[in-house]
């Protein structure tokens, strides 16, 4: 203690210690590291709770960052809506190009000297020509066929005939109480008919404006069909470059499987209305029932919505085969539905779909009922082979996800036997 009190104090000024810090013993420049700045300052309240404090600037950034994030969103949901109907058209053009690619790739593979915007234009004249051989030939008799079908609902439909056809066919059943039961309304037939008349009279401007959109629509659909079958190797290379090189065969392998399956499944249901039409068209011409030809095309045209197209179908024939020719015949005709129908759903789609579609019914109903509710008789036609591409997309992605973990997982090997 007495040496310490000799010596002299050494004291530091605050104000100086910065400066001497600053510079080493050679007289050399230095800086001291600056602080980090505290975003948050944890703070401990009442009863335990820790309250965080943010610096008014992070605030501000993290408000502002969340309003710009919104506003980008919204812009994008924004400009979708306003171009939904071209990505409509897009949708379509895109499943047509994957039904319309296998014939195109097929003139190229047996005509090699063939360019494939030839073959692309000679798939396309083989449409139009089939397309035009059956308007040649059926167009006209379909037409003729719609008139005097047209000419015996308004006959019959005219000055109660309704209420008198059904109450003598009903009273030779001892039925006639029902056909009392609902005069009312059959008497209000006719009227409701001619007012409906009326308004497709009246919105025949509006059927001309919508007619030119359907030919420009046409015309645009097919266009980027054409794009699409030219550029196809292109347009999967480049979609297939947008991921990891580890994935690629991932996402190629997806493609071809979507493709496929949406070609299968158009192509099948094509062939199962078509052989509906036919069945239905040999049967009423058998049976004697007028307009046999329109309502074959009607069978046929409905039978390519699924699940209820084919119910709706029989349902117009058998109505029809009851005021034409009697119950007699409209019980041969619902007997005669009810079996193909049994024949459609259990032989010719499981046989038909084997190979592009792999869903259960319940799957299908829903995905139907779905693409109906959104887009109507296009989202309902449509809604099968998006359904199929879903489950083909989550299908090989949970198979590639456990590829993946079997072989990150290390080989567990037998742990060594100490020596005894």
Known sequence: MSENRGEPSERRDP?????????????????????????????????????????????????????????????????????RTFIGWFVIALFLAAVLNPPVNWLERRHRLLKR????????????????????????????EIRDLIDFIVGVSQAGGIEQYLRSMADQFGLGWVVDRL????????????????????????????????????????TLTFFMLLGSER???????????????????????????????????????????????ILLVVLGIPNPAALALLVAVLDLIPMVGATLGAAVVVIVGFFAAGPLYAGILLVFFLIYQQFE??????????????????????????????LGIPGALLAIPVAEIIRITVTDLLAYRRMERAEEEPAVSPSPQAPS
């Open 345 to 374: 759903g259990s032989i010719l789609q499981p046989m038909v779909y084997s190979r592009a579609v792999h869903l259960d019914g319940l799957t299908i109903f829903v995905a139907v009922v779905i693409g109906g509710v959104l």
């Open 235 to 281: 347009l999967i290379n480049g979609t297939v470059r947008l991921f990891p090189e580890p994935q690629r065969p991932l996402v190629r392998g997806i493609l071809g499987q979507s493709g496929g399956a949406v070609f299968g499944y158009i192509s099948g249901n094509l062939a199962i209305s078509f052989i509906a039409g036919v069945t239905t068209f």
């Open 117 to 144: 915007s030839i073959a692309i234009v000679l798939t396309y004249l083989g449409v139009l020509v089939a397309l035009l051989v059956i308007a040649g030939v059926f167009v006209p008799l379909v037409v003729q």
């Open 183 to 222: 005069g009312t309304q059959l008497s209000n037939l006719p009227s409701q008919l001619g007012e409906l008349a009326k308004s497709l009279l009246l919105s025949a401007g509006a059927f001309a404006a919508s007619a030119a959109g359907f030919v420009a629509a046409l015309v645009t659909v097919l």
């Open 15 to 83: 104000q100086t210690e910065p400066a001497n810090e600053g510079t080493g013993e050679t007289g050399e420049q230095r800086t001291s590291p600056p602080e980090p700045v505290k975003l948050a300052t944890p703070v401990l309240g009442d009863e335990g709770v820790v309250w965080v404090r943010f610096a008014p600037s992070q605030v501000m950034r993290t408000v502002a960052a969340a309003l710009l994030t919104a506003a980008v969103v919204l812009a994008g949901l924004f400009l979708l809506w306003q171009v």
